[in-house]
Nanobody
Framework: QVQLVESGGGLVQAGGSLRLSCAAS????????VAWFRQAPGKEREFVAA????????SYVDSVKGRFTLSRDNAKNTVTLQMNSLKPEDTAVYYC???????????????????WGQGTQVTVSS
């Protein structure tokens, strides 16, 4: 029902910025909460941020608050994660995910998300 494709990853120096995009296909995308998760080598997948279906509500993990901003454009079926002041500990594969339910509330647990992209690598050098 929903297919997701991430883009925008890359290599950046500490203090730099990157913008990740998640492009979706499927008519139900605009009705779903969308989240970003990340997974660093040897670590479990971690919640990063999520946005409600309307875009009116967002949630961030404490470690990225004030540095990352999540937004969405439902007319274009896209979600964007603007990442500023990047740190080496932000290095990970970043995944976009869409919630399993229509008009669900924001959740920070990966099991709540049924649709996942392939991931995009973000590497921050010190």
């Amino acid at each position: 029902q929903v297919q997701l494709v991430e883009s925008g990853g890359g290599l950046v120096q500490a203090g730099g910025s990157l913008r990740l995009s998640c492009a979706a296909s499927g008519r139900t995308f605009s009705s779903r909460v969308v989240a970003w998760f990340r997974q660093a080598p040897g670590k479990e997948r971690e919640f990063v941020a999520a946005i409600s279906s309307s875009g009116g509500s967002t949630s961030y993990v404490d470690s990225v608050k004030g540095r990352f901003t999540l937004s969405r454009d439902n007319a274009k079926n896209t979600v964007t994660l603007q990442m500023n002041s990047l740190k080496p500990e932000d290095t990970a594969v970043y995944y976009c995910a869409a919630h399993r339910l229509f008009l669900g509330t924001i959740k920070e647990v990966a099991d709540e998300y049924a649709y996942w992209g392939q991931g995009t690598q973000v590497t921050v050098s010190s």
